[in-house]
């Protein structure tokens, strides 16, 4: 099994930067895609951006590319999201996910899940 723990969310204000950590153990993450989701209140849970081959490929959703990175560092197991330019419709639960079984994003039962971390961005 993969076991994700993500860290880092709290209260900032529109325009400030934040880093989202996600701690893998169990199994190498590098062996799995790796993906940043959010959820806010009232909405499903929206794909972020995603982290492959080690970090040598890479991808985002329209609405935070730009202004948010993805990496990962090996030696550490631990994928990061960083994120600038915060705006208040970032203002979402954020979960790490590992696609273990190769399905893909879209089949969201057959990801590894972290518990999330709650990120605030007040206007």
């Known amino acids: 099994q993969v076991q994700l723990v993500e860290s880092g969310g709290r209260l900032v204000q529109a325009g400030d930067s934040l880093s989202l950590s996600c701690a893998a153990s169990?199994?190498?993450?590098?062996?799995?895609?790796m993906g940043w989701f959010r959820q806010a209140p009232g909405t499903g849970r929206e794909f972020v951006a995603a982290?492959?081959?080690?970090?040598?490929?890479?991808g985002y959703a329209d609405s935070v590319k730009g202004r948010f990175t993805i990496s990962s560092d090996n030696a550490k197991n631990t994928v990061y999201l960083q994120m600038n330019s915060l705006k208040p419709e970032d203002t979402a639960v954020y979960y790490c996910?590992?696609?273990?079984?190769?399905?893909?994003?879209?089949?969201?039962?057959?990801?590894?899940w972290g518990q999330g971390t709650q990120v605030t961005v007040s206007s």
């Open positions: 996910a590992a696609d273990v079984s190769g399905t893909g994003w879209s089949r969201r039962d057959r990801l590894n």
């Open positions: 169990g199994r190498t993450l590098t062996n799995y895609p």
């Open positions: 982290i492959y081959w080690s970090g040598r490929s890479t």
